[in-house]
């Protein structure tokens, strides 16, 4: 059985920092590029940071750039959201996804390989 779960989340200070997790199981994860996306109310889901299967290579939203920062262990199959500096802005549903994609690059394979986690609230605020 896939499965995505997020832990992590909370309430924050504006200025502090907060690591989100995500535990994969299921499937093979080093086959998979992991990525979290949030949504806040009222707005759509919006991709944040997403790593290549390997951890090579990554990519930010502008709006994060400097502040957070995605890393996954294999072995343990965890995937990270490091958020640092956060604002209030940052405040919305924390998700991790998952899809499967050719080696280490971006391009993805099959749409039926990707997988989302129910999602972790992330609220700043003082």
């Known amino acids: 059985q896939v499965q995505l779960v997020e832990s992590g989340g909370g309430l924050v200070q504006p200025g502090g920092s907060l690591r989100l997790s995500c535990a994969a199981s299921g499937f093979t994860l080093s086959s998979y590029a992991m990525s979290w996306y949030r949504q806040a109310p009222g707005k759509e889901r919006e991709l944040v940071a997403a790593?290549?299967?390997?951890?090579?290579?990554?990519k930010y939203a502008e709006s994060v750039k400097g502040r957070f920062t995605i890393s996954r262990d294999n072995g343990k199959k965890m995937a990270y959201l490091q958020m640092s500096s956060v604002k209030p802005e940052d405040t919305a549903v924390y998700y991790c996804?998952?899809?499967?994609?050719?080696?280490?690059?971006?391009?993805?394979?099959?749409?039926?390989?990707?997988?989302w986690g129910q999602g972790t609230q992330v609220t700043v605020s003082s």
């Open positions: 996804n998952a899809y499967a994609t050719y080696g280490s690059t971006w391009i993805r394979t099959l749409p039926t390989y990707n997988y």
């Open positions: 790593i290549t299967s390997t951890g090579g290579s990554t």
